[in-house]
């Protein structure tokens, strides 16, 4: 049994003795490191309660969680021209959008234009990003719940597409599938694809219906048809549901006259007709250039089917509200009326009052005779048909807002003309 009450044959040693790897020799300096430990323990303790009465730690980001009754979409190239346009109907017609754009073809004017309009926490973010940078749209996506996506970003110009297709190929091919794998990873189901009457190519017989041959003869169409491979390819063994919206040629914009188009000034070679025609109005050009005048067609000038900018966006919403999971829809979004470049230009000079001057030169690389659309299929399963076909009315709208935005989103003027 031992002997609890033995007295000690020695004094108690004054050794220091080791706690936690340290030695402490004598017990004012360890009470002194027990209170600092202690301060910095109650320091982090109330930086921890500050944290969760600030609204931002009890409140995260509606963009980062889904809501019942609220589509969540991701807006890609929502800067841009038809990107913008589609971006106001989504936010008119109650969702959520976040737009990703890197700002290299589209106008951070368009996006507080859309902010102003839509100022409430929870409508509309803006995301500066470039979609060729897969570990840039992995966290958006990570940190982001999207319900959809509609893709619109990608240049688009068939001329600049014949001089530099290797930037197409990239810009278009390879981002698509970039955009597709973070969805596939994150668990986004929807996805409307911005695709473009140039997959055809220049078919035998017109009008073009879905099933036409597919022999794009640029590289801006093969570039989307490569897309367009891609995403069908995925989806045979995937549940998404899938979209591709084949546009034939965009014009117009918002009645109300909250946007346009305002393309870069470097690329007004390659751009749209109708800015082309726009610039000429104002004086910016001499003149309207139109390539090719020995086309097989009435007048010898290319025939193109012109679809407002406003029945475009109006197909993407019928697409978002009837895309259903394991199939994809195909269609073609055009009035089903061609009108040759003549036409059109003529049409131009009645909307803005001005007799532009015309140069007629040889024919532009990769440009094809006709093409306009046969929209049966959309109308059938879609219930969508274009209702704004008046061409000088649409450029009439159109005029309107290059007149008062000279600079194009810079500070509206009004206009002298």
């Not at 399963?381 to 194009?408: C, F, I, M, P, V």
Request: one cysteine or more.
């Amino acid at each position: 049994m031992l002997n609890l009450g033995r007295p000690r044959a020695q004094p108690r040693s004054t050794r220091s003795m080791p706690f936690g790897g340290m030695d402490y020799p004598d017990t004012k300096k360890k009470s002194s490191f027990v209170g600092k430990i202690l301060l910095v323990a109650a320091l982090t303790a109330l930086c921890i309660l500050m944290l969760k009465q600030s609204s931002t730690f009890n409140s995260p980001s509606p963009f980062s969680r889904h809501e019942p009754g609220v589509t969540h979409v991701l807006v890609t190239g929502g800067a841009g021209y038809i990107g913008s346009h589609a971006t106001l109907r989504l936010l008119k017609d109650l969702h959520r959008v976040t737009i990703v754009d890197n700002l290299s073809r589209g106008n951070l004017g368009a996006v507080k234009v859309l902010q102003a309009l839509f100022p409430e926490a929870g409508r509309l973010q803006f995301i500066y990003a470039d979609l060729g940078d897969a570990k840039a749209v992995n966290k958006i996506f990570s940190e982001n719940s999207f319900d959809a996506v509609m893709h619109f970003a990608a240049v688009a110009y068939v001329g600049e597409s014949t001089l530099d297709p290797l930037k197409y190929y990239h810009n278009i091919t390879s981002n698509t599938l970039v955009v597709l794998e973070a969805m596939a990873t994150h668990g986004v189901k929807t996805f409307i694809y911005s695709s473009t009457c140039a997959t055809y190519g220049e078919p035998e017989k017109m009008p073009i219906t879905e099933v036409t041959p597919q022999a794009p003869i640029n590289p801006y169409g093969k570039a989307k048809k490569m897309a367009e491979d891609i995403i069908l390819d995925f989806s045979k063994n995937s549940d998404m549901a899938v979209m591709i919206l084949r546009y034939f040629n965009v014009i117009g914009s918002d009645p109300e006259g909250r946007l346009g188009e305002a393309p870069r000034p470097e690329l007004r070679e390659h751009g749209r007709i109708s800015g082309a025609c726009f610039d000429a109005a104002r004086g910016i050009i001499p003149g309207l250039k139109v390539k090719g005048t020995d086309y097989d067609t009435p007048d010898g000038t290319c025939i193109r089917d012109y679809i407002d900018v406003t029945d475009l966006v109006d197909a993407h919403v019928k697409a978002l509200e009837k895309a259903k999971p394991k199939k994809v829809g195909i269609y073609n979004v055009g009035t089903g009326r061609g009108k040759s470049v003549k036409e059109f230009v003529e049409a131009c000079k009645k909307a803005t009052g001005i007799e532009i001057k015309v140069d007629f030169l040889p024919r532009r690389p990769g440009d094809y005779a006709k093409v306009y659309s046969d929209p049966s299929k959309i109308r059938q399963e879609l219930n969508w048909s274009a209702r704004y076909t008046n061409l000088t009315e649409s450029l009439q709208t159109a005029w309107k807002w290059q007149k008062s935005h000279r600079d194009g989103y810079g500070t509206p003027v009004a206009s002298s003309y």
